[in-house]
T-cell receptor
Framework: AQKITQTQPGMFVQEKEAVTLDCTYDTSDQSYGLFWYKQPSSGEMIFLIYQGSYDEQNATEGRYSLNFQKARKSANLVISASQLGDSAMYFCAMTLHGSTLGRLYFGRGTQLTVWP | GAGVSQSPSNKVTEKGKDVELRCDPISGHTALYWYRQRLGQGLEFLIYFQGNSAPDKSGLPSDRFSAERTGESVSTLTIQRTQQEDSAVYLC??????????????FGPGTRLTVT
């Protein structure tokens, strides 16, 4: 069974500092994708960043980067220069490139709070 | 262009009643997903539609849950004889190219269902 683990229920960071949100995954598939989504208090799910299992470079999108360590099966999200608007729930998710096409397996999330 | 829309945004119903939730995907998106998010939890996959193929219903929690989609348009999720444990936010997502590469899913704002 596929599984996503986010061990940090809550994280706190000061504005302008960097923060790392942890994510580990478990799958026997060789081809898969990893996502991070942001969910503000308004409830919408906002796509942040994607990493394919065969991508050799770590994905980056503006202030977001994904620290992909395939051997450790970890896909940590790094947010640089945190902003107050980054306060939200963050979900790590995985999709398998073969079976139920596109279905996302989600972790339980990390609540990030950015303080001034 | 318009994103994924869902209606109603909020629904309060009495235990035992049936409810119907609606999702309008992004035009041209062939894949449509339903997820459930209980309070403080990650998203649970419910059902997946891809074009005219048979839907993947493997995530539906019981036979009280059903969903339909006509072609590549609107989908409805029906919950019969609602129970209090059905209280959750029901999120719909659509995607243009699932299964390979990124296949980013775009989420709707969700329907918050409360069963009293």
């Amino acid at each position: 069974a596929q599984k996503i683990t986010q061990t940090q229920p809550g994280m706190f960071v000061q504005e302008k500092e960097a923060v790392t949100l942890d994510c580990t995954y478990d799958t026997s598939d060789q081809s898969y994708g990893l996502f991070w989504y942001k969910q503000p208090s308004s409830g919408e799910m906002i796509f942040l960043i994607y990493q394919g299992s065969y991508d050799e470079q770590n994905a980056t999108e503006g202030r977001y980067s994904l620290n992909f360590q395939k051997a450790r099966k970890s896909a940590n999200l790094v947010i640089s220069a945190s902003q107050l608007g980054d306060s939200a729930m963050y979900f790590c998710a995985m999709t398998l490139h073969g079976s139920t096409l596109g279905r996302l397996y989600f972790g339980r999330g990390t609540q990030l709070t950015v303080w001034p | 262009g318009a994103g994924v829309s869902q209606s109603p945004s909020n629904k309060v119903t009495e235990k035992g009643k049936d409810v119907e939730l609606r999702c309008d995907p992004i035009s041209g998106h062939t894949a449509l997903y339903w997820y459930r998010q209980r309070l403080g939890q990650g998203l649970e996959f419910l059902i997946y539609f891809q074009g005219n193929s048979a839907p993947d219903k493997s995530g539906l929690p019981s036979d009280r849950f059903s969903a339909e989609r006509t072609g590549e348009s609107v989908s409805t999720l029906t919950i019969q004889r609602t129970q209090q444990e059905d209280s959750a936010v029901y999120l719909c997502a659509s995607s243009s190219y699932p299964g390979q590469g990124m296949g980013e899913q775009y989420f709707g704002p969700g329907t918050r269902l409360t069963v009293t």
